[in-house]
């Protein structure tokens, strides 16, 4: 068990770098059961991204070892972990189900025609895991739940707005079709890349409901205790201030990725620290 938790672990803090702020926030009780649950979603999400091959039949394959666990049978180091982790904290399947149902889409949906299908594809693809940190610190109510998927979704929408050329480059589109059209720009304009008057205006009304989204999750902040208020302080600090980067490079994702620098990280970090109120400029 020692052994399996010490894989997620190098596989969290190693890995992927945006987990490295995070795991020192945690409490140490927590920070091998953090490991085992973002070990999953990072490898779920691998699987529906960049594995080669079947991606579905790998999906598959995913999903019966995260059922072995539910029957006490885990046999890959990281689902012997998240294996102890589930009994530990009496964890539901369904998130973790919910996670490669969104891999499984992503294989075969690469346009939504409207923002509801959008949503309800972030019901699977990111809420889940707020579901998840909040079973980890002890909360299992709907309410939080709720307001956990206002976040969640803001940020991954944040991602899709933040990156619409790198999903271009994998044949993915994420702006609603339907809102595409209601602004006048279309499908062919968005393959040729074109940066105009529409795409801007857009794009800015996308930015603010993101931001709307985000205002009404940080009801959550004072409802939970301790470190958690921290954790969920800086996850929507950097989600706007990403919203706030697209917003200064004049809404143009398609000639480069609007990013934070390592100052403005760093000064995020701090002010996730402290107990101070967060702000959101701008919302619908």
């Known amino acids: 068990m020692a052994e399996a938790y010490a894989y997620c672990r190098r596989l969290a803090t190693s890995h992927y770098e945006n987990f490295t702020v995070v795991s020192w926030l945690l409490p140490r009780a927590l920070r091998p059961h953090m490991y085992a649950v973002y070990a999953y979603c990072r490898g779920v999400d691998d699987l529906g991204d960049e594995a080669p091959g079947d991606r579905l039949a790998l999906l598959d394959r995913w999903q019966a070892e995260l059922l072995r666990c539910y029957d006490g049978a885990a046999r890959e180091p990281a689902f012997i972990a998240l294996q102890e982790t589930i009994r530990r904290f009496d964890i539901p399947r369904e998130p973790f189900l919910r996670l490669i149902e969104a891999n499984r889409m992503d294989q075969t949906t690469t346009r939504y025609r409207t923002y509801e ?99 009404r999750g940080l009801a959550l902040i004072p409802t939970v205790r301790g470190r958690l208020q921290m ?54």
């Not at 206002?150 to 790198?166: H, I, K």
């Open 231 to 284: 954790d969920l302080r800086l996850f929507s600090l950097g989600g706007l201030a990403v919203l706030d980067a697209v917003e200064a490079a004049g809404y143009d994702t398609l000639g480069r990725r609007p990013n934070l620098s390592r100052a403005r990280k760093a000064l995020l970090a701090l002010r996730g620290l402290l107990p101070l109120p967060v702000r959101v400029k701008g919302t619908l």
């Open 117 to 215: 299908d959008l949503l309800a594809y972030c019901e699977n693809s990111a809420n889940p895991v707020g579901h998840l940190v909040l079973y980890l610190f002890g909360y299992r109510d709907d309410e939080r739940q709720r307001l956990s998927d206002a976040t969640c979704t803001a940020l991954q929408l944040t991602n899709f707005w933040q990156d619409v050329r790198r999903d271009l480059d994998k044949g993915r589109i994420y702006i609603p079709l339907a809102e595409m059209e209601r602004f006048g720009y279309g499908e062919d304009d968005l393959l040729a890349l074109r940066f105009d008057g529409r795409f801007r205006d857009l794009m800015a009304f996308q930015v603010r409901r993101t931001r709307e989204l985000f205002r």
